[in-house]
């Protein structure tokens, strides 16, 4: 009986809601994959001593810079805290293996004072900083 209560009280506001939604046009959006990057701390960030961890940023934004130049990284970008994620890329490619491809240059990551998860991510063109 409950139940029966229940189906009869939303399915009225179901199809209220269903009916004020055909009202309003939907927005349309031609979006676009690209991947994001959270950089994370990585398994020997506490290892490195500060003169090394100094010459892997200095690689590391050398780095970034290369990718910018090519047109594969749109942002780059570091937290401002000492947290476990570290900063943010996303780029403009068309297969997570090239993201990966290119992350494996980045001397930061090769020395594991960062780390990475990679995850797709949609937007429409021109949304992105640049």
Request: a positive charge.
């Amino acid at each position: 009986m409950k139940k029966l209560l229940l189906v009869i009280f939303i399915l009225p506001l179901i199809t209220i809601s269903a009916s004020a939604q055909d009202d309003e046009k939907m927005p349309e959006f031609n979006t676009k994959q690209y991947y994001f990057v959270m950089l994370t701390k990585g398994d020997n960030a506490e290892k490195i001593d500060s003169v090394k961890s100094k010459r892997l940023m200095i690689g590391h934004l050398n780095n970034i810079k290369k990718m910018a130049d090519m047109g594969k990284l749109l942002i780059a970008g570091p937290f401002g805290d000492d947290g476990y994620w570290r900063g943010i890329f996303i780029f403009d490619v068309k297969t997570k293996h090239e993201v990966v491809e290119l992350l494996k240059n980045d001397p930061a990551i090769q020395a594991g004072r960062l780390a990475y998860e990679i995850h797709p991510w949609w937007s429409e063109p021109g949304n992105c900083l640049k």
